[in-house]
């Protein structure tokens, strides 16, 4: 299992920006994939992710309606386009998978836990000016 994310750079506020993660090793149905990231001096939080069960689709809070993952069958890659970047999105953004499918789980309080991570691949760095 591989993943190589890209696209990172350095932007201004407000403008966008597209990250690509290659993969391989794996099929789309295999796995609920997508995007997490790690801002400097924080832990690590689920971004985005894709649910390979429904295809439904998760976005963490802050960053709804600016970030719209997808992902391409034929080319093994799956995308996160970023729109009205904000100071606060400067992270290292890493694409990451759900080997043990625990996504989309529901405890017995009912929290619903969606991305739920195990594999990550190197990150790809971006840096939002204000």
């Known amino acids: 299992v591989q993943l190589q994310a890209s696209g990172g750079g350095f932007v201004q506020t407000g403008d966008s920006l597209t990250l690509s993660c290659q993969f391989s090793g794996f099929a789309l149905d295999d796995y609920a994939i997508g995007w997490s990231r790690q801002a400097p001096g924080k832990g690590r939080e689920a971004v985005s992710c894709?649910?390979?069960?429904?295809?439904?689709?998760h976005y963490e809070e802050s960053v709804k309606g600016r970030f719209t993952i997808s992902r391409d069958k034929l080319k093994n890659t799956v995308y996160l386009q970023m729109t009205n970047l904000q100071p606060d999105d400067t992270a290292v953004y890493y694409c990451?998978?759900?080997?043990?499918?625990?996504?989309?789980?529901?405890?017995?309080?009912?929290?619903?836990?969606?991305?739920?991570?195990?594999?990550w691949g190197q990150g790809t760095l971006v840096t939002v000016s204000s």
């Open positions: 990451a998978i759900d080997l043990d499918n625990e996504s989309w789980y529901r405890a017995p309080s009912g929290d619903i836990y969606h991305c739920v991570y195990d594999h």
């Open positions: 894709i649910s390979n069960h429904d295809n439904s689709i």
